[in-house]
């Protein structure tokens, strides 16, 4: 079945940096993508999507670039607060998303 | 817009038990899936409900069943509950349609002792 993975389970960061949070996934057949973002305690929160006919999409303060050749995603987080601090999912989709790990984020005031 | 509700928020149990958990989608969504949520095993999909119908199926035992009214609001029933079913219940909603996006409830938090 299809997986996902995330490149580096942990990711710490000064505030005001940017962030670069990585994602591959296994099924080449993917068209829909979704970043999630989960505080502790919370039920993930929709950051942006992107679907497979576009190679970049920007939010406020943060971009997802899609590689479909080597199926990989990044989100990026301009300007990183403290408030970004949460565990981050990408999810492909297909009727039934499919989460990795995740990557948490951990900002340093 | 109001979110996606869940309820009970928190739920003790006893194993053996069954319990049923509730989710109110957002207006206009038809589409309501199921999550499960634990430390060991990450975010896996149970089913998806569309239209009073399950449209999608994970890998969970046939003690997780769930269903769907026509006023999209679903309930989910696991029963003879087992101490690995403690986890984190999540319910998301959408439009059902392809690309669009879920939107997750705060969950339920379940404890089977």
């Not at chain 1, 000064?14 to 505080?39: L, T």
């Not at chain 2, 409900?49 to 199926?57: D, L, M």
């Amino acid at each position: 079945g299809e997986s996902v993975g995330l490149h580096l389970p942990t990711l710490s960061v000064q505030e005001g940096d940017n962030s670069i949070i990585n994602c591959a996934y296994s099924n080449s057949a993917s068209d829909y993508f979704i970043w999630y973002k989960q505080e502790s305690g919370k039920g993930p929160q929709f950051i942006i999507d992107i679907r497979s006919n576009m190679d970049k999409r920007q939010g406020q303060r943060v971009t997802v670039l899609l590689n479909k050749t080597v199926k990989h995603l990044s989100l990026q987080i301009a300007a990183t607060q403290p408030g970004d601090s949460a565990v981050y999912f990408c999810a492909p989709s297909g009727g039934k998303l499919i989460f990795g790990q995740g990557t948490e984020l951990s900002v340093k005031p | 817009k109001a979110g996606v509700t869940q309820t009970p928020r928190y739920l003790i149990k006893t194993r053996g038990q069954q319990v049923t958990l509730s989710c109110s989608p957002i207006s206009g969504h038809r589409s309501v899936s199921w999550y499960q949520q634990t430390p060991g095993q990450g975010l896996q999909f149970l089913f998806e409900y569309f239209s009073e119908t399950q449209r999608n199926k994970g890998n969970f035992p046939g003690r997780f069943s769930g269903r769907q009214f026509s006023n999209s609001r679903s309930e989910m029933n696991v029963s003879t509950l087992e101490l690995g079913d403690s986890a984190l219940y999540l319910c998301a909603s959408s439009f059902g349609t392809s690309e669009t996006s879920p939107f997750f409830g705060p969950g339920t938090r379940l404890t089977v002792l």
